[in-house]
Each structure stands twice: as C-alpha cells, then as structure tokens.
C-alpha cells in the first residue's frame, strides 16, 4: 500500500480534500427540487459548499431556462467569477459535460477559463442513468424522459486521441491539471500509460468512481481493488479520492476515507442526505461527510492545503 497520506510522512496528521460536485449532468429537475439549475443557484450552493468544508468545487452548467446541461461558456462565465470571488475553493470544470457533447464542446468553456482543474474520463464506456427516473410520473420538462432513456443506446466516448486532447490542450496550454475520473480497473490502466508516456506528470489526482451502471460496482472488495491497483501503478506520488452514486455515496467514500482516501460528495452523485432524505443543498452532504471525517479523526484539508497536495498552479492563473 501507499504511505498514508499519498506521500506525506507517517508523522504528520493527513488531510483529506474534500471535492463537492455541485450539479452535474446527470440528475434532472423532476427528480429533485433542491438541484441547482441557473448560474445564482450554482453560484450560491457552490459558496455555500465552500464555506462548508469543501476544498474542490467541480462544475457543471444547466441551462437556467429547463435545467438541461449546456457546454455554453456563457453560461458558465455567469456563476465561475462569482464563486471565485465568494470563496478560495479550487474550481474544477468538468470536460466530460453529457450525452450527445462533441469534443469542441466539451472543451469550450475549459479552454476559455483555464482552471486549475478540470475532471478527465479515463475511458470509453456504457453509462446507464435510464433507470434513474423509473419512479417519475409527472415530468417538469419534455426534454428529461428522452435524455434518460437515451443511454441505453449512447456510448460516453473517450477515446485515447480524445484523451490526448485533453491533455495537450489544457494541461500543456492551459496549465491545467486532471481530476482523472476511472470507473473501472483499466482506467487505472490507460492512465498508467499517460503516465508512463510523460502526457501526465504526478502526483495525479485519481478519483475511482463506484455504483454507475457501466463501470465498477459499489462493493466494498473493489474499492479494495481500486486501491491495490493504484498503488501497484503509481506508488506513492498521487492522491487517491473516492466518489459513488447514489445510496452508495456516504458508505463507500467513509470507508475510502478510512483506506487513505479523498472524498467527493454533490447533487451530481446522490440528490440524498440520507435514507429517503433529500438533500437540501449540496452543502448538507459536506457538512454531513466533514463530520464523519471528524469522528474518524481525520483533518479537511483546506483550498490552500489542497493546491499544495495537487501541485496546482493557483487561483491567481485562471482566466475568469
């Protein structure tokens, strides 16, 4: 296993960062009232989250008319200044954006704003999200049914040029660096070979996605899994976070937690703060997993702590 803390010495007490995924592409408005859709509320909960605990914030944008998800750079740049003047956290711009996205879009706003962090798919994959409105009678928007039902046939691509892309993109011109999103063990894999390539340099931030229908189950013998892969191919010089969807979010990320993992929580992953409970905000479920980490005697790392750990090049070299 990595040394705990992913390179830290055992002498010093390790911070855990903790991302929130504040809205994603995943979640419709029918499913929840409390999912941010138009820049203010993106804005607020993602302060909010902040001020909470969070130290990453990953960012989606919806289309504040229906709630769909947009690759506007617009609509991005409506809520991006604002969280960055509200709060220190590490803004992270998402590249996989959602189902029928070209690679121009997706990298649209990223190349405008130039964040420190942007989240990078490692691999093609199924991702199933057609069973998630399987209880929804009555549908806000025309648009939510048909955008769920659609990946049972839609493939997420990325491929290895479309990785490629990514990288020369906006790591090499942007100075941007990866949140590398790997929902099964060959991801683990194909972000070796970036590495080894030297397309990718450490410490890598790798956050093993558990419960999506496609990529790995949430059980607990492959979080384990997940780990001891890692480890295999990367030692020490990364950092590990863990994310699950769904009911599976609060268990398998505490027991990351535990295992010397990072956490990420967010509307994005799970609309709930507990069994049948939605969350209220995204804060909620910071607040909720800030305290776990406290009982488990383990220190939130703050934003600054957190551009240390990342080797991040700071809030100061963004374009927004």
Not at 110 to 118: G, K, N, R, V
Request: glycine share 10%; aromatic share 6%.
């Amino acid at each position: 296993m990595a040394a705990e803390g992913n390179g830290s010495s055992a002498s010093k007490r390790r911070k855990v960062i903790i991302t929130c995924a504040v809205t994603g592409s995943v979640h419709t408005p029918s499913m929840t009232p409390y999912l941010p859709i138009t820049p203010d509320e993106i804005a607020q909960d993602s302060i909010a989250a902040a001020e909470a605990g969070a130290s990453v914030i990953h960012l989606h944008a919806r289309d504040p008319k229906d709630g769909r998800p947009t690759p506007d750079p617009k609509v991005f740049m409506q809520f991006l200044p604002r969280i960055k003047q509200g709060c220190d956290a590490v803004i992270n711009i998402t590249t996989g954006g959602s189902l029928g996205m070209s690679i121009d879009d997706r990298l649209a706003a990223p190349l405008q704003a130039q964040p420190e962090l942007c989240s990078l798919n490692m691999g093609s994959m199924n991702f199933g999200i057609f069973h998630a409105g399987a209880k929804i009678k009555d549908w806000k928007y025309d648009w939510e049914k048909p955008y769920l039902e659609k990946t049972r046939e839609t493939i997420v691509s990325n491929t290895f040029n479309q990785i490629e892309q990514f990288i020369e993109k906006l790591g090499k011109g942007c100075g941007t660096r990866f949140e590398c999103e790997c929902y099964d063990v060959g991801h683990l894999y194909t972000l070796a070979h970036f590495l080894d390539r030297k397309l990718l340099e450490p410490p890598l931030f790798v956050q093993t996605i558990f419960g999506v229908l496609g990529g790995i189950g949430a059980h607990p013998s492959h979080l384990s899994h997940m780990r001891e892969t890692a480890d295999r191919l990367f030692g020490s010089d990364y950092q590990w976070s863990i994310l699950a969807a769904g009911r599976h979010q609060m268990a398998m990320i505490t027991m990351g937690a535990t295992m010397g993992g990072n956490v990420r929580v967010g509307l994005e992953d799970s609309i709930y703060l507990g069994q049948g409970e939605l969350a209220k905000s995204n804060a909620d479920q910071v607040s909720k997993i800030r305290r776990i980490l406290s009982e488990l005697s383990l220190d939130v790392a703050t934003p600054a702590e957190a551009r240390q750990m990342l080797k991040l090049k700071g809030g100061d070299r963004v374009a927004f």
